[in-house]
Structures are given as structure tokens and as C-alpha cells.
């Protein structure tokens, strides 16, 4: 598939955005919906923008020697991201906990995968696992765990309707898998 610019890439989604516009009954011409289809094409664009980038280019910009720390923990790392299932927002909030394994990283990379990987059609499991195996690989940190938090408009605004649904996901490697008192002290320490 030929690469397209990003002007040729968000003027070939707002033409299908001011189609789909018309199949839903509305007049794409009418004056407040004019600028709807490429405001529409820009925020999509954004919102996918993960697709173009490496978060292992991203976290690779602040990799720091390091020996001695047991565990480093970032938590309350706010996302928002797109369900892949009906394109509706899913929102919350990330933690993180590493020990390194020679490496650190500069902390605010860390936030900054998370917007890599939530700027993506996602689902809230894989997000939380992407995340956990990018920090590993990355930092070949000695383990690498992830908890996620998310609120899903796909369930309160259509669907089930349950307004006050959240849904948490976790996910570990190395030694967060071996060792149940080191998930302990990361699950303390974000309380």
C-alpha cells in the first residue's frame, strides 16, 4: 500500500467521516456539521497517532546506568484510548513497577509508552500487557509489572449501560512472576 502524507491521510478519512455522516440520516453540508468531517479526520489521527511511533525509540532517548534499586514505581499515569471494538473511549489510569536489571529509565518515558500504546484501537488486557513487555524488553529490567484501571464508554453509554463499571487489568514478568511478596509491595505501594 502506497504511503500516504498526513494532509492526503486525514483528507481520505474525513471524506469517509462525511460519508458516514450521510448514512446516518444527516446533511454533511448543514452549517454546524461543514468543518465536522475534517475536525472528525484530525481528532482520529491524533487519538491513532501510536501507530507511528516505537516506544522502544521513545524510552531508548533516557536509558541511565543504574545498579542497587529493589523496585521503581510510577503510578496514577492517566491515559485515554479508543476500544477497538466500537471505536468509543476507554479512559483511566496506568501504574508501573520495575526492578531494574542495570538500567533505568527516565521516568516521564514511562508515561510516555503509555501514550504510545494508547493511541492505538486497543483493548484495556492487551494495553496493560504491551506495556508491561515493552518496559522489560526496553530496560531488560529484572521484572516489570502493570496495572491498569479503565472506565469503557462502549459499556455506559450503549450496550449494558452501567454507569459506574471500571475495569482493572494487571500483568507481570520475571521476577513479579517468582515472587509473590514483590506484587505485594507494588500493590501496597499503589494503594
Not at 498526513?6 to 458516514?20: F, S
Amino acid at each position: 500500500m502506497q504511503q500516504l502524507s498526513e494532509k492526503e491521510r486525514i483528507d481520505a478519512i474525513a471524506g469517509h467521516v462525511r460519508a458516514i455522516i450521510e448514512l446516518m440520516g444527516e446533511d454533511p453540508s448543514r452549517e454546524g456539521l461543514v468543518k465536522t468531517p475534517e475536525r472528525a479526520a484530525k481528532a482520529l489521527a491524533f487519538l491513532t497517532s501510536g501507530y507511528q511511533a516505537d516506544a522502544s525509540a521513545v524510552m531508548e532517548q533516557a536509558l541511565f546506568e543504574h545498579e542497587g534499586s529493589r523496585m521503581i514505581i510510577v503510578r496514577d499515569i492517566e491515559f485515554y484510548s479508543m476500544c477497538e471494538h466500537h471505536i468509543l473511549p476507554f479512559f483511566g489510569k496506568v501504574s508501573i513497577g520495575y526492578v531494574p536489571g542495570g538500567k533505568i529509565v527516565g521516568l516521564s518515558k514511562l508515561a510516555r509508552i503509555v501514550n504510545v500504546f494508547a493511541r492505538r484501537l486497543q483493548v484495556q488486557e492487551r494495553f496493560t500487557a504491551q506495556i508491561c513487555e515493552e518496559v522489560r524488553r526496553t530496560l531488560g529490567a529484572q521484572g516489570v509489572i502493570a496495572v491498569c484501571s479503565g472506565e469503557h464508554l462502549c459499556m455506559k453509554m450503549r450496550g449494558v449501560e452501567k454507569q459506574h463499571a471500571s475495569t482493572t487489568t494487571s500483568h507481570y514478568n520475571g521476577v513479579f512472576e517468582t515472587d509473590p511478596s514483590l506484587r505485594a509491595e507494588f500493590f501496597a505501594a499503589i494503594r
